[in-house]
C-alpha cells in the first residue's frame, strides 16, 4: 500500500462559464501528502483551497490530472475513498432534518459500526462537543456555530485514516476550537493524516506539520513552518509601542514598501523585507524619533510569508522545494 495518504499529479479544475473564457480553480497541481501529519492548504480567497478538498473528497470531477486517497483514486474507485474519510466541509453538509443525535447515530453506522458502538460513540461525542443540551433537536434549527459542532465532532466519531476539514473553526468559540485543535493533534499523532484548509494563519502556524501555499490554483510554496520561514528568511518584523506616536509616520513607512504595516494607537507593527543589519538601522532610527516603551524585533511569521508570497506585485515566486 502506498506510504502517502494523498497523491496528486496535475490536477486542473476548469468551471465554464457563460461568455467568458473558463475558470481554471485548480491549475496543474501536484503533491504528496505523508500518512500521519496534520497538511494545511493556505491561500487567500479564491485560491482553489475548497475545490482542492472536493475533489480529494469526490465530491467534484477534476478536469485533468489525477489524485489518489490512501491509494484510491478519486475518479475510479470514489466508494473506496469515501469509506477511508472524514470531511467537514466549508458548506455544512449535515441532514437539517433529523436531530442532532440521529445525525451523529447513523454516521457511525453508515461507517458500518454496530448499534452498540454507535450508541456509545455519539453519547461520548455529544458530551465532548458540548451538544448534550441540542441533542434533541433538529439540525435545521441550530446556530451556525453549532451546526459546525456535530460536523467537526463527526470527524471524532469514526476512525476513517484521513480527515479533511474546511476551514473547521469558522463560527467555533475560543474554548472549543483550542479542544479541537488539542483532539486533532492526538489524532494525527495516532496515524490518521488529518488534512485541514484554513484563513486563519496563526491555526496553521500552531497545527501543521506541512503546509502548502496556492495562488490562483497554483503552488505557491511549500513545506513545514522552517522551511517556510527560510523561504523569506530576509523578511523581519518589528514592534514598536511609541510614549507618542511622531508625526507623519506611517507616510514615512509606506515608503520603505512594506510586507505588512498595521498602526493602532501608539503601537506600530512592520514586516520588511531587508537585510537585518538594515531593520536594526531602522529600529535605531525610529527609537530616537520618540520616546520608546517596547521594541521587538523578529523572524518572519507566516502570516509574512503568506503576504509576501501572494500579493499582487511579488516579484519572483520561489521555487516550490521537491517533495
Ligand atoms: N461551482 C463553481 N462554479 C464556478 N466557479 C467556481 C465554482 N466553485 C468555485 N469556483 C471558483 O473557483 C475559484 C476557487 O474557489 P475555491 O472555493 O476553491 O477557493 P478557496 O480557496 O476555497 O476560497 P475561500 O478562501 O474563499 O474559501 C474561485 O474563483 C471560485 O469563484
Ligand atoms: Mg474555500
Not at 106 to 113: A, K, Q, T
Request: hydrophobic share 45%; proline share 4%.
Amino acid at each position: 500500500m502506498s506510504e502517502y495518504a494523498l497523491e496528486v499529479e496535475g490536477l486542473v479544475k476548469e468551471f465554464h462559464r457563460r461568455d467568458q473564457p473558463p475558470l481554471r480553480a485548480v491549475d496543474g497541481l501536484s503533491f504528496r501528502v505523508r500518512r500521519g501529519c496534520i497538511f494545511g492548504l493556505l491561500g487567500p480567497n479564491g485560491a482553489g483551497k475548497t475545490t482542492t478538498l472536493k475533489i480529494l473528497t469526490t465530491l467534484v470531477r477534476p478536469t485533468a490530472g489525477r489524485a489518489a486517497v490512501m491509494g484510491y483514486d478519486v475518479l475510479h474507485q470514489p466508494l473506496a475513498v469515501r469509506r477511508r474519510i472524514a470531511v467537514v466541509l466549508q458548506e455544512t453538509a449535515v441532514d437539517l432534518f433529523l436531530s442532532v443525535r440521529d445525525n451523529l447515530l447513523s454516521y457511525v453506522r453508515f461507517h458500518g459500526l454496530d448499534r452498540y458502538e454507535a450508541r456509545r460513540r455519539t453519547a461520548r461525542a455529544l458530551e465532548q462537543f458540548h451538544l448534550l443540551d441540542a441533542a434533541g433537536s433538529k439540525v435545521m434549527d441550530l446556530s451556525g456555530g453549532l451546526r459546525r459542532r456535530v460536523q467537526v465532532a463527526k470527524v471524532f466519531l469514526v476512525d476513517t485514516p484521513v480527515v479533511f476539514l474546511d476551514e473547521f473553526s469558522t463560527g467555533m468559540d475560543p474554548i472549543l476550537k483550542r479542544e479541537v485543535m488539542d483532539r486533532l493533534r492526538q489524532e494525527a499523532a495516532r496515524g490518521r493524516t488529518i488534512v485541514l484548509t484554513t484563513q486563519i494563519l496563526s491555526e496553521a502556524e500552531e497545527l501543521c506539520d506541512d503546509i502548502l501555499i496556492l495562488h490562483r490554483g497554483r503552488p505557491v510554496a511549500r513545506g513545514d513552518l522552517n522551511t517556510l520561514k527560510l523561504l523569506s528568511k530576509d523578511v523581519y518584523e518589528l514592534s514598536l509601542t511609541f510614549d507618542a506616536l511622531p508625526a507623519g509616520l506611517r507616510e514615512e513607512l509606506e515608503q520603505l514598501a512594506p510586507v505588512r504595516l498595521t498602526i493602532h494607537n501608539n503601537s506600530v507593527e512592520i514586516a520588511l523585507r531587508a537585510e537585518e543589519s538594515r531593520v536594526l538601522e531602522l529600529a535605531s532610527a525610529l527609537a530616537r524619533r520618540a520616546q520608546l516603551l517596547h521594541l521587538e524585533v523578529r523572524g518572519a511569521s507566516l502570516e509574512d510569508i503568506f503576504l509576501e508570497l501572494t500579493r499582487p506585485t511579488a516579484g519572483t515566486v520561489p521555487e516550490v522545494p521537491s517533495v
